[in-house]
């Protein structure tokens, strides 16, 4: 709760701050309020407290996905240097909104209520339709942002349709009151709260863009720009999946045989449509989106095994995915603004040359994306195939899982080879200021020591 | 696998254990942070120094072991990963098949990397050289002392990654980088097998920890149960991509575009004995499903003599090692197929020995001549090169199978092995290992014998190599003499020291399945009849490939050139040797030829190609549901909501 | 006098859920078959109230302010949508001079 309060607090004083005319002040100011918060959210660490009436519980599971989401903001911000550096009037609201969306996310994760789930996916949505069309003379950031408005004000509807019926089936819209009814009725009360339930499950599925539902996906990452697109594909989908597995656990789980089939289908099409949509690109950038598309499916086969363990492995996915995403993001953002807004794969040549940090950071990111040991992304890979074959009838669904992974590699291995084996187009090497070196160092690190010791971070749940 | 007795609490022994890999490893970071700045000096030692004390070290662990009684022992650091019922500890396993790896891989790598350092001292990329190939080593030593089946796949996709890097270390030439991408898509293939074979292990025995899966192993009863077959299939997918069986041994001979030490080291000593280490190690598992067993031995008596058969034509000379690499291998998993482990890892050895000798014989022949790999520009390089030319003969002899060097006895021993358990695949066998003699010493002739026939300057820069290169080539080559008495066969009187030495491995083995590990059904005539047999049938090639390569001088014909029918038969000066040539050598030729076209290049790389292709065409299909249009996308959504419902509310 | 529950309840639940449900698809395939942006975000809108309808109805039947509240919340994220979504779309205008989707489709494959 304290977490949520100071960022509404943080990001009104960011607002004020934006008034000053040096800019320069609110990076290092948004990063002191993001250690404060991540600090703050550690207190509630063993301490689960309810508010609102019980909306809102403030539990281990809350604690440890707020963490990593304000961990992934502070980690992506640093990129930002080059909005500061163009002076952009309106750096402080972007600064802003990004605060603000987080406390939609941090609601996604603690809320008891369906109130507080449908208010949490929208603070974060609209802050999103805002930022990705932030780039307001680019006629592709507009694009994006009119699709991802339109789209996701239309899933809403569905979502809230799924919430009604749910609610008129079992009169109520507390997670613990819905598990109560469910489990009197056999999890299946009446077809109302299974078509209820479905709606659910499709308007979540849209939010993380878990395939059918992920057209927006590909065309709104690549048309937003990069700093919040690294935003969108690492917290937000983080806050969507951790919500979703929230929602099944708590109110769905008697009703397992009502969804089940419905997910299991879901997850393997993403994975596919993930992949294999992937290996035709040629924009790094659009890449990136549907391989944001497969993690997706990924995760999702965590909440598919639906154990002990999922919720574990959702943790550790999340995490090794934010990572590593973020580098990549910021590794693009550097080299297409140097090649005047390059974002294929071309654009890369050559770069082992020219910035061994950048593009070393990039090989460790690429690795973790495609789940090479000694990364963090192999072990989340295995902790969710792990959960997952603890029933043996799902192997297949792992090794559907596993091949689609071998089809990653291929992908994420294009721009490392474009790296270090193509020579350069373009000799000039791209200046980086310390900050984001030391960022990107620590990152790539932080990468290698979950993959060396993930008891770290997999035993906290 | 023996029991295994409680870890040994000692402090100095774990930090012992830990600095093995963590030798190399440090070598890694030194060399790949300050490969701009050091001297190449300076790289070379850091590069040779931290594998050599891991050697040491070994060589130290080895004799404590002996000393206390040859107990296995594991040695824990930490919890590595702990979800749910999954817990598997960071920990060593020392036993006896664990220190003969160490003692090998860390050995011949030393000896390998001492030769790097004069082989690439030319190379400005030495840095970034030596520092792959420690990372290779930290994998590699992962590999074979991990306790568990996670911290073997750690290290297999690590050395997998190292090999990736150091194919393609030559990057400026895109056949290299097609090779390199060609050896790591391969590989993944196989690794995905072992990935899947390692989660139906924790599913079936509900840990990946060597001591536990197989103490509970051995308790099964029934052999040939589907879920071993299953588990131990899946993990010889993995060992079939890692040790180039077919159908996944293409890589191989095209991962030869890298650098020769990488060559000797990774694609011919140790990486690729990893599979067969695979094998050993699970051996219980492998027990309880003959099936798969049959299935091993089949696949590598095909490989082996496919392989052989390729190697008959090759023309260069790393093409020609690789493809004798290939045939080796498949002889181990022949082995492991009829349960002849100890053999097959005497085997194992006795390669490292002589291929890494061959390779790096090899590598002193393309350095003399300037990069030229064509054994066709070749010849009479005897005099010039006298270190090399003598201790690639002891190769030679020794892959051969010649007594008494080291091949001749793993290999009498394996063959032995196989004709006791299969008459036809001992046939194979014997007519592989006549191949290989044939075209090994065709290559020792064309290389070292007769005139020289590359260009006039070129002979005049003929050189012997350095003593950091002819040193290791010295050490191997006695090691390949005399390494073959580590096993002499009980015929001779003597104990066979290996075999005893690694029998508490087979415990639980013998215990599920005590015929397979009878021995003395080959009585003492047969076995030296065996022996007499394979030994003929060396000699005899290697008489033939005198007769065609110094007697006739015969020069393999250029690839566009063909030779006229006149001009063959001025020079055929006996009419028996055409006959001989038409009806023996050339159909043998063709056939080895259509082989070679019709299984690698169209049958394997079609299907590699063929898979590939068809993801690309899928997503090419599916890009053009990504129409950009709103009205489309939604209207793709809503049919699949109608889709869900639909389905959910009326079929189910 | 008669309260408002009480009136809303003089009509069955269920007339008020075919109700409602029409009135979402004929939203669904407003979105589905227009091709004004601003038309398109009307079909939402029409959406959202078939749920808020919906919402009120079974908020009286089960005498659970519960429901009411929440209508209370859609419609102010509904007009924080509009005020975003207009926006968004006037911004678009000021760079194409149209407000049709189709048109947008820079974005693809």
């Not at chain 2, 891989?105 to 030596?130: C, N, P, Q, R, W």
């Not at chain 2, 899947?196 to 536990?212: E, H, R, W």
């Amino acid at each position: 709760m304290t977490s949520i309060i100071l960022l509404s607090i943080f990001g009104i004083i960011n607002l004020f701050v934006g008034f000053m005319k040096s800019k320069r002040i609110l990076l290092p100011l948004s990063l002191l309020f993001l250690a404060v918060v991540f600090g703050a959210n550690l207190f509630s660490w063993n301490e689960a407290q309810s508010y609102f009436n019980h909306m809102l519980t403030i539990d281990n599971y809350a604690v440890a996905f707020t963490g990593i989401m304000v961990l992934a903001t502070l980690l992506l911000l640093p990129f930002s240097q080059h909005y500061i550096e163009e002076a952009n009037e309106n750096l402080a609201e972007f600064y802003s909104l990004l605060l603000f969306s987080l406390v939609g996310a941090i609601m996604m994760v603690s809320y008891e209520n369906m109130l507080m789930l449908f208010i949490g996916i929208e603070i974060l949505s609209i802050a999103m339709y805002v930022l990705a069309g932030s780039d307001k003379r680019r006629l592709r950031s507009n694009e994006a942002a009119l699709k991802y408005f339109l789209m996701g004000a239309f899933f809403t509807g569905v979502l809230l349709f799924g919430i009604v019926l749910i609610y008129g089936a079992t009169g109520s819209f507390y997670l613990t009151d819905i598990a109560a009814t469910a489990a009197v009725n056999d999890g299946t009360v009446n077809a109302m709260f299974t078509l209820g339930l479905l709606l659910l499950v499709i308007g979540i599925s849209f939010k993380i863009s878990a395939a059918p539902f992920h057209f927006w996906a590909p065309d709104v990452y690549e048309g937003t720009p990069t700093l919040f697109t690294s935003y969108m594909s690492t917290v937000v989908k983080i806050a969507g999946v951790a919500a979703f597995y929230k929602l099944m656990a708590a109110a769905f789980a008697a009703s397992y045989a009502a969804w089940f089939p419905t997910l299991i289908a879901i997850t393997v099409l993403t994975l596919v449509v993930g992949n294999i949509g992937a290996v035709v690109q040629t924009n790094f950038k659009r890449m990136l989106a549907y391989s944001s598309v497969s993690h997706a499916g990924y995760l999702l086969m965590a909440l598919v095994a639906f154990n002990e363990r999922s919720d574990a492995s959702i943790l550790f996915y999340s995490l090794s995915y934010a990572l590593a995403t973020i580098v990549a993001f910021a590794v693009l953002q550097y080299v297409s603004e140097q090649r005047n807004g390059d974002e294929t794969y071309a654009a890369f040549n050559g770069l082992g040359k020219t910035n061994p940090l950048l593009a070393f950071a990039m090989t460790v990111a690429m690795c973790s994306l495609s789940g090479i040991p000694l990364t963090a992304g192999f072990f989340g890979k295995l902790f969710v195939f792990t959960a997952v074959v603890q029933d043996a009838r799902l192997m297949w669904l792992v090794v559907v899982a596993v091949l689609m992974a071998a089809v990653g590699i291929y992908y994420y291995f294009k721009v490392v080879i474009a790296m270090y084996m193509q020579p350069a187009a373009d000799a000039a090497k791209i200046r980086i200021g310390s900050f984001a070196s030391f960022m990107l160092i620590f990152i790539t690190v932080f990468t290698i020591l979950l993959g060396i010791a993930p008891a770290l971070v997999s035993d906290l749940l | 696998m023996q029991e295994i007795v409680m870890p040994r609490m000692n402090q100095d022994m774990a930090l012992l254990c830990l600095l093995i890999p963590l030798l190399p490893f440090i070598g890694f970071l030194l060399n790949g942070l300050g490969n701009r700045k050091f001297s190449k000096g300076l790289v070379g030692f850091i590069g040779c120094s931290t594998v050599l004390v891991s050697f040491l070290i070994s060589i130290y662990l080895f004799l404590d072991f002996k000393a206390n009684g040859s107990q296995a022992y594991t040695v824990d650091y930490y919890n590595w990963i702990s979800a749910g019922s999954l817990r598997i500890g960071f920990s060593f396993l020392i036993d006896q098949l664990t220190l003969l790896m160490l003692l090998m891989v860390t050995g011949i790598g030393f000896l390998i990397h001492l030769y790097s350092a004069g082989y690439m001292s030319h190379d400005e990329g030495i840095g970034k050289f030596f520092s792959f190939l420690n990372l290779f080593m930290f994998s590699m030593l992962l590999l074979v002392m991990g306790s568990n089946y996670v911290m073997m796949f750690v290290g297999w996709e690590g050395v997998g990654l190292c090999s990736y890097l150091l194919i393609g270390f030559w990057n400026k030439n895109t056949n290299y980088n097609n090779a390199a991408k060609k050896a790591f898509i391969m590989n993944r293939i196989g690794d995905l097998g072992f990935l899947l074979g390692i989660f139906l292990i924790f599913i079936t025995f509900g840990s990946v920890s060597y001591p536990q899966v197989f103490a509970e192993a051995s308790k099964l009863t029934g052999l040939d149960t589907p879920v071993m077959i299953g588990i131990t299939m899946f993990l010889f997918i993995g060992a079939m991509g890692k040790s180039a069986q077919i159908p996944l041994f293409t890589w191989l001979p095209d991962a030869m575009a890298g650098p020769t030490p990488v060559s000797a080291l990774i694609h011919a000593a140790t990486m690729v004995t990893a599979g067969i280490y695979m094998v050993i190690r699970s051996n219980v598992l492998f027990i309880l499903a003959p099936t798969t067993l049959e299935v091993i031995a089949i696949i590598g008596a095909a490989t082996a003599l496919l392989a052989a058969t390729i190697g008959l034509v090759q023309n260069d000379i790393k093409k020609v090692l690789a493809y004798s690499t290939v045939s080796q291998l498949g002889y181990m998993f022949l082995a492991l197929g009829v349960m002849a482990f100890s053999s097959s890892m005497f085997h194992v050895l006795m390669h490292a020995f002589f291929k890494a000798l061959l390779f790096l014989g090899a590598g002193s022949v393309i350095h003399a001549m300037s990069n030229e790999q064509d054994m066709r520009r070749m010849g009479g390089l005897r005099k010039a090169l006298p270190v090399t030319f003598i201790t690639f003969l002891i190769g030679t002899l020794a892959i051969s199978g010649i007594p008494p060097f080291a091949g001749f006895f793993s290999k009498d021993e394996l063959l032995a092995h196989v004709f006791e358990h299969n008459k036809i695949l001992w046939g194979v066998g014997v007519l592989a290992s006549f191949m290989t003699a044939f075209y090994m010493f065709r290559a020792l002739f064309l290389t070292f014998f007769g005139k020289f026939r590359g260009p006039e300057e070129q002979k005049h820069h003929l050189h012997e190599s350095p003593a950091v290169m002819t040193v290791p080539l010295i050490v191997l080559a006695i090691l390949s003499t005399i390494g073959g008495f580590l096993g002499i066969p009980e015929v001779f009187g003597a104990e066979h020291v290996l075999g005893d030495y690694l029998a508490p491995l087979y415990t639980y083995a013998r215990s599920i399945n005590p015929a397979a590990f009878e021995t003395g059904a080959v009585s003492h005539e047969l076995e030296f009849i065996l022996m007499a047999v394979s030994v003929g049938v060396a000699v005899l090639a290697i008489i033939i490939a005198y007769f065609m390569y110094i007697k006739k001088e015969e020069v393999p014909a250029e690839e566009n050139a063909r030779l006229a029918p006149v001009h063959n038969l001025l020079y055929q000066k006996y009419y028996i040797d055409e006959l001989y040539n038409s009806l023996i050598v050339r159909p043998v030729m063709w056939l080895s030829n259509a082989v070679h076209r019709l299984v690698d290049v169209i049958v394997v790389d079609g299907i590699v190609n063929g898979v590939g292709r068809m993801v690309i065409l899928s997503g090419r299909t599916l890009r053009y549901a990504q129409s950009g249009a709103i009205g489309f996308y939604l209207l793709v959504m809503v049919c699949s909501i109608a889709l869900i419902l639909f389905l959910n509310f009326f079929i189910g | 006098m008669n309260q408002i529950p009480d009136i809303i309840r003089t009509i069955p639940l269920n007339y008020y859920l075919y109700f409602s449900t029409a009135l979402f698809i004929i939203g669904v395939i407003g979105v589905l078959i227009r091709r004004n942006a601003i038309v398109i975000f009307m079909c939402v809108e029409l959406m959202l109230n078939a749920v808020n309808l919906l919402l009120t109805a079974i908020a009286s039947y089960r005498a659970d302010t519960n429901g009411q509240v929440f209508v209370f919340f859609i419609m102010a994220v509904a007009a924080a949508e509009v005020c975003v979504g207009l926006a968004i779309i006037v911004m678009t205008y000021r760079n194409t001079r149209s407000t049709d989707v189709q048109l947008l489709n820079n974005l693809k494959w």
